[in-house]
């Protein structure tokens, strides 16, 4: 199944904080908030990524919900 536009863009904003918290040479403190933009945006991810599912299941009827 693919990612709608909002679920991909969570998931590359979520990957991009994770570069950042693992980069040489940033300071805790840039790390710490990087942690947190990554936590957010993996929570939007799944949230996106739950409502793709559901929309899915609904377009496919619940016999087809594990294709999703």
């Given at each position: 199944?693919?990612?709608?536009?909002?679920?991909?863009?969570a998931?590359?904003?979520?990957l991009?904080?994770?570069?950042?918290m693992?980069?040489?040479?940033?300071?805790?403190?840039?790390?710490a908030?990087?942690?947190?933009?990554?936590?957010?945006?993996?929570?939007?991810?799944?949230?996106?990524?739950?409502?793709?599912?559901?929309?899915c299941?609904?377009?496919?009827?619940?016999d087809?919900?594990?294709?999703?």
């Amino acid at each position: 199944m693919a990612l709608s536009r909002e679920a991909q863009e969570a998931l590359e904003q979520a990957l991009e904080a994770a570069e950042v918290m693992q980069a040489p040479g940033v300071s805790m403190e840039d790390r710490a908030l990087a942690h947190k933009a990554y936590e957010h945006f993996m929570e939007r991810y799944a949230w996106y990524k739950e409502e793709d599912e559901q929309l899915c299941a609904e377009e496919n009827g619940d016999d087809e919900a594990s294709f999703c």
